[in-house]
């Protein structure tokens, strides 16, 4: 009798576009960037858009080819939609006696700025969710495991595991109790093979940390809660 084997769900596939057919307005966020030179996106990170989810690399602003920043987005990230991204392409002198930027239209002599304003890119780490229409500003990073909230304009770093929200966005609280955040961290179980995660997911779900860190082979786990 032939052996067959069982079928790989498609969603456990990150280059797979829509994990879930029913539900074409989410999409993994990799296959949709894999050539993109200004935008990087890690394995399972989706976007959910009430228009196209297609075209997420519209929602990364001012992303010229001549600046040297980028977006990148760590695994497991869940994107709301209407989410925009700030690079620097759209900054002005704020320390200037105009924030005019005579330079670029060629036609007012020869202005010397100097180098133009450029905070770095935008980082975003694993197991973040980013609410319904904030905004990141660029420069900014964000730990892994935080909440942006609804409508937030993030223009500085969020620390891991906790909740921000409002313009500009403020810590709300932290997620989780610091001792768990941290062995969170330390696990990196974002990292974990795929199979792994699977197995992982029950205890990702039920908060259950001690679970968790017998499955990455963490000794006596059970005694650390």
């Given at each position: 009798m032939p052996v067959t084997t069982p079928a790989i769900h498609p969603a456990l596939d990150p280059m797979t576009r829509h994990p879930m057919p029913a539900a074409p307005s989410m999409a993994y966020l990799k296959p949709l960037l894999a050539d993109h030179p200004k935008i990087e996106a890690g394995d399972y990170s989706y976007i959910h858009s009430f228009t196209d989810p297609a075209r997420f690399a519209d929602q990364v602003k001012y992303a010229f080819d001549f600046i040297d920043d980028r977006l990148v987005i760590g695994k497991f990230c869940s994107i709301a939609a209407d989410v925009s991204f700030v690079l620097n392409g759209g900054n002005h002198f704020a320390d200037r006696l105009s924030t005019y930027p005579f330079p670029i239209f060629g036609c007012w002599g020869e202005p010397d700025p100097g180098p133009w304003p450029n905070?770095?890119?935008?980082?975003?780490?694993?197991?973040?969710?980013?609410?319904?229409?904030?905004?990141?500003?660029?420069?900014?990073?964000?730990?892994?495991?935080?909440?942006?909230?609804?409508?937030?304009?993030?223009?500085?770093?969020?620390?891991?595991?906790?909740?921000?929200?409002?313009?500009?966005?403020?810590?709300?609280?932290?997620?989780?109790?610091?001792?768990?955040?941290?062995?969170?961290?330390?696990?990196?179980?974002?990292?974990?093979?795929?199979?792994?995660?699977?197995?992982?997911?029950?205890?990702?779900?039920?908060?259950?940390?001690?679970?968790?860190?017998?499955?990455?082979?963490?000794?006596?786990?059970?005694?650390q809660t």
């Open positions: 905070k770095g890119g935008i980082n975003i780490g694993h197991d973040v969710w980013i609410g319904w229409d904030a905004t990141i500003m660029p420069g900014v990073t964000i730990g892994n495991g935080a909440i942006i909230a609804t409508k937030s304009v993030v223009t500085s770093n969020v620390e891991p595991y906790t909740i921000v929200g409002g313009n500009p966005a403020r810590m709300i609280k932290r997620r989780l109790p610091e001792d768990v955040a941290a062995r969170l961290q330390a696990l990196a179980w974002w990292d974990w093979p795929v199979e792994r995660i699977a197995q992982a997911s029950d205890a990702l779900m039920k908060a259950d940390i001690a679970a968790l860190e017998a499955l990455g082979g963490v000794p006596d786990a059970q005694e």
